[in-house]
């Protein structure tokens, strides 16, 4: 089961820009990436796990020119194409709308009936608007739980679900979520932050000692680091807990982003790890930790460094 969810609005007061990155991705000749999300199947009773990724940004996509080397001599050969990066104090948060002008019909398929518009909406996101939106999807999930596991299920297949093993993973704010989403809401058993800043902190009392896996960028989330929010997480983590960073990692490295990306030929040079090498890892140590956490299965993989996976490093701060 995967949740993918939007940042919310910030406010009046938050500037917005409209972004034609279809029309950029025309000229480069390829295609924006999508929405990444991840999946988690099991057999027999069904064990709940979620996904609340944040949206994939931008990258670097490569034009067709630029896959192959350029003629010697020739100084104006195409490169990989860049946009500046945002400026200001704020981090950038994003809002899609889906807006129908009905007194219109589309001038491109009159038979569609009304014009349809699919909006990218920017505006700088303060920390106190991210964990608003962290405990919106902590409210979100629980909502979907009551839908799922109530009386009057919303799913016909909700059998299925053991509603005694629940567990939560999400990529970006979504990692922040799945912590926002165990401080309020017991029934969630185990929780991934993949690449996350806890922008709504851990709480001060811990999660009832449940377990919680932090897994990101090396070195942007190692010990230390840039993003103290990790470190003051960590000491608050009550239960079993694990703080893995990877090597060669990006923030998109634990999405679909880089598997999608190869194939469409988009690259970002800030993450050299290959698409095999993290989709191998993002599945490895999710799929061991949620394993270990709600089926009480051994997990070796989480006991130490690997020769199987030698950009894995265990952080012991």
């Known amino acids: ?16 820009t409209a972004l034609a990155l279809a029309s ?3 000229l480069a000749g390829t295609a924006t990436p999508a929405s990444a999300s991840g999946r988690a199947t099991t057999a027999g009773p069904a064990t709940t796990t979620a996904s609340a990724p944040e949206s994939t940004a931008a990258l670097k996509p490569a034009s ?51 014009r349809r518009l699919l909006v990218s909406l920017h505006y700088p996101a303060r920390p106190a608007v991210r964990a608003a939106v962290s ?10 739980l009551d839908r799922l596991t109530g009386p009057r299920p ?10 005694r093993r629940v567990g939560m993973a999400g990529h970006s704010i979504g990692g922040n979520a799945a912590a ?34 932090m897994l990101g960028t090396d070195p ?34 634990f999405t679909d982003t880089p598997a999608i990306g190869e194939q469409l030929g988009i690259v970002d040079p800030d993450a050299p790890l290959s698409a095999a090498r993290s989709t191998a890892v993002t599945r490895a140590y999710v799929t061991a930790f949620f394993d270990r956490s709600l089926r009480g299965r051994p997990a070796r993989l989480l006991e130490g460094p690997t020769p199987a996976h030698p950009e894995v490093l265990f952080q012991r701060p």
Do not use: C, Q
């Open 1 to 16: 089961m995967t949740i993918s969810l939007r940042n919310r609005r910030a406010g009046a007061a938050a500037t917005a």
């Open 24 to 26: 950029l991705a025309a």
């Open 64 to 114: 067709p020119a630029a896959s192959a080397s350029p003629a010697s001599g020739d100084p104006a050969a195409p490169s990989a194409l860049t946009l500046p990066r945002p400026t200001g104090p704020y981090a950038t948060g994003r809002d899609t709308l889906f807006l129908t002008d009905h007194e219109r019909t589309d001038p491109w398929v009159p038979t569609a009936g009304a």
């Open 135 to 144: 405990a919106g999807r902590a409210a979100d999930f629980s909502f979907l």
């Open 154 to 163: 919303a799913w016909r297949h909700a059998r299925t679900i053991d509603a």
């Open 180 to 213: 926002s989403t165990m401080a309020a809401d017991r029934r969630v058993d185990a929780g991934v932050n993949m690449d996350g800043t806890f922008f709504d902190p851990v709480a001060a009392h811990g999660l009832d000692k449940r377990p919680f896996l």
């Open 220 to 253: 942007g989330h190692a010990p230390g680091a840039g993003d103290t929010s990790w470190d003051e997480g960590w000491a608050r983590l009550d239960g079993f807990k694990r703080w893995l960073t990877v090597r060669d990692s990006g923030h998109f490295t």
